[in-house]
């Protein structure tokens, strides 16, 4: 299964688009890209996913690199409500797992 | 309603008692699990219900006893745990069991459990 990597943490103004990394240099052609965030002392919620194009939707942006090496979430006008923990997944297309990367723990300043 | 409803949000337990984690989905989703989380990581699967029927075990101990009762509830039943096992409980349902489609999991707030 392919592994995801993330930075440790990253910060970002309030206001301006918070753009999070992922590297999945080993993803497969049946593997999708999911996000999720976990907001302190909260379940994950869903974000987005994609499988090669690029998508967005109400939450966000994800972006997709040609090769699928690697990708990056958008959130286009960060708030302090999305301080989080930011997990890259990957997941085989019909399979149960979510193979969760460690997590960037993105924190909004004011 | 979009919520995953866990009950109690917090638990403390002996190692000699029997509890059980409960879990409710209005969602009509055919799909349910079971995540154990540690803190500063990422959560990890631990049982998957398919209609009602156990489709994944991801080699829990027998100490952890999972349940299905209907399409709408999901238990976790506990008994001689240890304080390893001290962790975040997280239930979520999605809509697809095979996940062909979307995949996308709807996760509860979880249940803090904490043994003794």
């Known amino acids: 299964d392919a592994k995801t990597t993330q930075p440790t943490s990253m910060d970002c103004a309030e206001g301006r688009a918070a753009n999070l990394p992922c590297n999945h240099s080993t993803i497969s052609g049946n593997e999708y890209v999911y996000w999720y965030r976990q907001i302190h002392s909260q379940g994950p919620q869903y974000i987005i996913h994609g499988l090669k194009n690029n998508e967005t939707n109400e939450m966000a942006s994800l972006i997709i690199t040609e090769d699928r090496k690697s990708s990056t979430l958008i959130l286009p006008h960060a708030t302090l409500r999305d301080t989080a923990v930011y997990y890259c997944?990957?997941?085989?297309?019909?399979?149960?797992?979510?193979?969760w990367g460690a997590g960037t723990k993105l924190i909004i300043k004011p | 309603d979009t919520e995953v409803t866990q009950t109690p949000k917090h638990l403390v337990m002996g190692m000699t008692n029997k509890k059980s984690l409960k879990c409710e989905q209005h969602?009509?989703?055919?799909?349910m699990y079971w995540y154990k989380q540690k803190a500063k990581k990422p959560p990890e699967l631990m049982f998957v219900?398919?209609?009602?029927?156990?489709?994944i075990n991801e080699s829990v101990p027998s100490r952890f006893s999972p349940e299905c009762p209907n399409s709408s509830l999901l238990n976790l039943h506990l008994h001689a745990l240890q304080p390893e096992d001290s962790a975040l409980y997280l239930c979520?349902?999605?809509?697809?069991?095979?996940?062909?489609?979307?995949?996308?999991?709807?996760f509860g707030e979880g249940s803090r459990l904490t043994v003794l």
């Open positions: 997944i990957v997941r085989v297309r019909g399979n149960y797992q979510l193979i």
């Open positions: 969602m009509g989703h055919r799909a």
């Open positions: 979520a349902s999605s809509q697809d069991p095979a996940g062909v489609r979307t995949g996308e999991l709807f």
């Open positions: 219900y398919s209609y009602e029927k156990l489709s």
